[in-house]
């Protein structure tokens, strides 16, 4: 089983970066799809973004695109989440997920395959 740190929330004003990190530890032997998903009090918890084990294939919600980047270490078993030109309707729990998966990304993963989820780190952005 794989277990999952993430680490790099914070509070930025509008308009600012920051860096989402999400370590895996466990079974590091395997691969794994890696993504990230959101959950603030007033809106169901939503997809962000997801990669694929090779680095090749990366998915993103409509309202991140052009903003964020998720990339991926796979050697470190890391995932990065790089999240620029932060809004206010960003303000969120941030979760790293992982699926166990060797292949590319074609659709979002939903989340009754997910195999780790971790505690989650806040992100607070302000006006």
């Known amino acids: 089983q794989v277990q999952l740190i993430e680490s790099g929330g914070g509070l930025v004003q509008a308009g600012g970066s920051l860096r989402l990190s999400c370590a895996a530890s466990?079974?590091?032997?395997?691969?794994?799809?890696m993504g990230w998903f959101r959950q603030s009090p007033r809106k169901a918890r939503e997809f962000v973004a997801a990669t694929s084990w090779s680095g090749n294939t990366k998915l993103y919600a409509d309202s991140v695109k052009g903003r964020f980047t998720i990339s991926i270490d796979n050697a470190k078993s890391t995932a990065f989440l790089q999240m620029n030109n932060l809004k206010p309707e960003d303000t969120a729990h941030y979760y790293c997920v992982a699926r166990e998966f060797y292949g590319e990304l074609i659709v979002v993963p939903p989340e009754s395959v997910l195999d780790a989820w971790g505690q989650g780190t806040q992100v607070t952005v302000s006006s």
């Open positions: 466990g079974r590091t032997d395997r691969a794994y799809t």
